[in-house]
């Protein structure tokens, strides 16, 4: 699908949002089976739901007549906020949802007085020339071996103070 962004309206996760955001999150990363296998889940709701209880991480979840259509977790650092899951709606997907979401990450250390905003991405997916464009730079990759599959995860920040 593509066009402009559809109207969100963000707001914290709560626990009663683990089940919605699971299939959110297991729905967008379908993708990912290309590299895991057919069948490969991201996350599943024991991960969701320990990752809404941590004190020091939380979702933001982007909703459209009243539907999660966008998701992304964040976790807090000592000097800045890191995120990952961030998912999209398949059909809502190619519309700059990604980038509405990841200006609401950089809105919210800008909030918490916090200067950098952090993610690790997978180099195969083509992911780091879409944060590059968002203002992210590379600091580092690192290879690693998920479900017998070897990975390239880079490794990227931007300093949202500036």
């Known amino acids: ?14 626990a009663a949002d683990a089940a919605s955001i699971t299939d959110l ?22 991960e969701i739901a320990a990752s809404l209880a941590d004190p020091g991480t939380f979702f933001l979840l982007g909703e459209c007549d009243g539907r999660a259509i966008t998701s992304v977790r964040v976790s807090r650092q000592p000097d800045g906020l890191y995120f990952s899951m961030l998912s999209i709606d ?33 180099k195969e997916r083509n992911l780091p020339a879409f944060y590059a464009r968002l203002g992210y730079t590379r600091t580092h990759d ?21």
């Open 1 to 14: 699908m593509n066009g402009a962004a559809p109207a969100i309206t963000i707001r914290y996760a709560g």
């Open 25 to 46: 999150t297991n729905r967008a990363y379908v993708v990912e089976e290309a590299i895991f296998g057919k069948g490969h889940l991201r996350t599943d709701l024991d």
């Open 90 to 122: 398949p059909a809502a997907q190619s519309r700059g949802l990604g980038g509405v979401m990841v200006r609401a990450v950089e809105d919210e250390a800008r909030r918490r007085h916090l200067p950098y905003v952090r993610l690790n991405c997978i």
């Open 142 to 162: 690192e290879r690693e071996v998920i479900a017998g599959v070897e990975i390239t995860f880079t490794y990227m920040e931007r300093n949202v103070a500036r």
